[in-house]
C-alpha cells in the first residue's frame, strides 16, 4: 500500500464516517447539517473563500435547510481572540439555531468551538478562563446536564487538524497569550474536508500549516511511550513524510491539486497524532510568540531546539525522524554512527534546512518584534497551571521549579542559533 493509500486509511480508521475527506467533498456539508435539524448557524470569513461559502450556501438551501438571520456570521482573527469567541457567541444566544457550521482554518474553528462552550455553559459561567484547561467543559456539561450545539467544521487550510481534535486555542490580546481548552465536549460532531479548496488560499499560509502538522506529528512522536507508541509511529511518521514530500514543491507549483492532496493528508495525520498523544516543547513557547509570527512558524522554529534538549531520551525517535529529512535531502550525516547529543544536534540542523527551503526563519532573533520580553513571557506561561499539559508531554521530567534552568537555556539558543546553549538533564 503506497503512502497516500495508507493516510487514507489511517484517517478513515480515525473518524469513520463522520468525516468526508478528499476532492470535491463540500457538498457533504449540507447532507451532515441536516442530521441534527433545520436551523444552520454558518459562520466563517468569506473573502478569498467566497466561491467555497456560494456552494455551501447553496447545497444547504437545496437540502430545505434554513440559515439564521439570512447572513454568515463573521469567523476569526488568527489565533481566535477572545473578543471574536465572545463575538460568535453572542450570535448563538442571538439566533439560537440547530447545529453549528463553522467555515475556515484552525482559528474560526477554534473560536467556534469555544464560542459553544459559552453558549451551551453560558448558565453557569459566561468566562472563557472558567473552561481553559483540561477536561473542565466535560465536568461543567456532566454536572449541569446541559449539552453542546451540534458542530459541523468545514476545513479550509492543511494545518491545525480543528476540525478532527479536541482543542481549541484562545488568545488574549492584551497579553499576547495564547491558552487551551482541551477537552473531548470540543471534538466537532462531523466534518468536512476538501483538500483542493486549499488552493484558494495564500501559499505562504499553506506553508505556515505545513509546518504545524509536521510540529504535531514530531511532537507527539517526541513524547510517546507505552503502548500508544507503535500506533503514534505509524500516524506520525505517514505524516512527516507526506509533508516533508509535498511542501516544498508547493512552492514551484501552488495549483498541483496532487500535492494540496498529500499536505491536507499529512496534516490530518498531525490531527489523528494530538488525539493520541499531546504537543509539548514547541506549541508551548509557541503560545507566547503570537504577536510577532504565525503558529506554524514559531512551532517550526522552535522545534529543532527542543529536539536538543529532548535528545538523550528519544534516541529511537531522532533515528526515524532523521532518516526521512535524510531521504528527501536535508541530512548528509550517517545518522546510524550518531547518538545523544551530537545525533539531537545533527536532527535539528536538518529541521532548520528544512525550514530555510521554504523560506522561514530559525532564530527568534529573526522574528519582526522580538525582545527578550517574549522569552521571559514564555518562561511564566510554562508555569501556568492551565499549560500544564505541555510540560507532562515533554519526553524529558520537567517540573515548573526547572523552567528557568533548563527551558530558559533552550530559548536563549532560539535567540541566537547557538545550539550550545542548551544544557541536558541529568
Known sequence: MGLKDRASELIRQFKGDNYSFGIDK???????????????????????????FEKIHKDLLKKGLVICGKKIVPGSQPNSPREDVYRIATYMFLYRPDCLMAVGGGSTLDAVKAANVLYSLGLRSLEIDDYLGTGKVTDKLEKTGATMLPLIAIQTNASSGSHLTKYANVTDPVTGQKKLIVDNAVIPDRAVFDYGVTESIPTSVSLDGAMDGISHCLEVFYGAKGKNLEKIREVALTGIELIVEAAPRLLKDPTDKTLRELLGLGTDLGGYAIMLGGTNGGHLTSFSL?????????????????????????????????????????????????????????????????????????????????????????????????????????????????????????????????????????
Not at 441536516?34 to 459562520?43: A, S, T
Not at 540542523?349 to 522574528?367: D, I, K, Q, V
Open 26 to 52: 463540500l457538498e457533504m456539508a449540507g447532507s451532515y447539517a441536516g442530521e441534527f435539524g433545520k436551523r444552520v448557524l454558518l459562520i466563517g470569513n468569506t473573502g478569498h473563500l467566497k466561491s467555497v
Open 290 to 426: 503570537v504577536d510577532v509570527t504565525s503558529h506554524g512558524r514559531a512551532c517550526g522554529l522552535m522545534n529543532p531546539y527542543y529536539t536538543v534538549f529532548f535528545a538523550p531520551a528519544i534516541t529511537e525517535q531522532l533515528l526515524a525522524v532523521g532518516n526521512i529529512f535524510k531521504h528527501h535531502g536535508y541530512i548528509t550525516a550517517n545518522l546510524t554512527s550518531l547518538k545523544g547529543r551530537e545525533l539531537g544536534e545533527t536532527v535539528a540542523n536538518g529541521l532548520m534546512s528544512f525550514a530555510r527551503a521554504m523560506g522561514f526563519p530559525t532564530t527568534l532573533a529573526e522574528l519582526d518584534g522580538f525582545s527578550d520580553a517574549h522569552i521571559q513571557r514564555a518562561l511564566d506561561a510554562a508555569k501556568d497551571p492551565q499549560l500544564k499539559m505541555k510540560l507532562e508531554n515533554m519526553p524529558v521530567p520537567l517540573s515548573t521549579d526547572q523552567i528557568d534552568e533548563y527551558m530558559g537555556p533552550v530559548l536563549e539558543a532560539a535567540k541566537t542559533g547557538d545550539l550550545s546553549l542548551i544544557k541536558s538533564m541529568g
